[in-house]
């Protein structure tokens, strides 16, 4: 029996809505990472870009447990001595909720060129609607 690897022109890339209204950010972003990756195919090769792309609808609507709204915190540094810039998860949450989401899901997949290249495939929004209603979007009911 030979193990068969799939190439890019083999893999065929379906488009699917997630609703993120009341979903868990951890348990969301960790199923949305294997779709992206593509480990939910039996075509699934860990060096392909297997994965399909993922469109995450009412971002704002995403739940924290515990106290992270209030406590998480989020780091970024701006690359000179001293530029170590620090944000809460609610002060996120207010300017800009998509961010929330995309920085759980990129943490999750690959750090190299393949990574970078599934995440392009994220497309996260904080209202209801989108704007890929002609790529013909299927409607994914992750379990919580």
Known sequence: MKTIFAKDTDV???????DADGMVLGRLASQ???ILRGKNKPIFTPHADTGDFVIVVNAGKVRLTGNKLEKKAY???SGYPGGIKKKMAKDIMKESPERIITSAVRGMLPKNKLGRQQFKKLKVYSA???P???QKPETLILTT
């Open 75 to 77: 780091y970024h540094h």
């Open 132 to 134: 890929h209603k002609s």
């Open 12 to 18: 065929v890339k379906k488009w699917h809505v997630v």
């Open 32 to 34: 949305i990472a294997s």
């Open 128 to 130: 209801s609607e989108h």
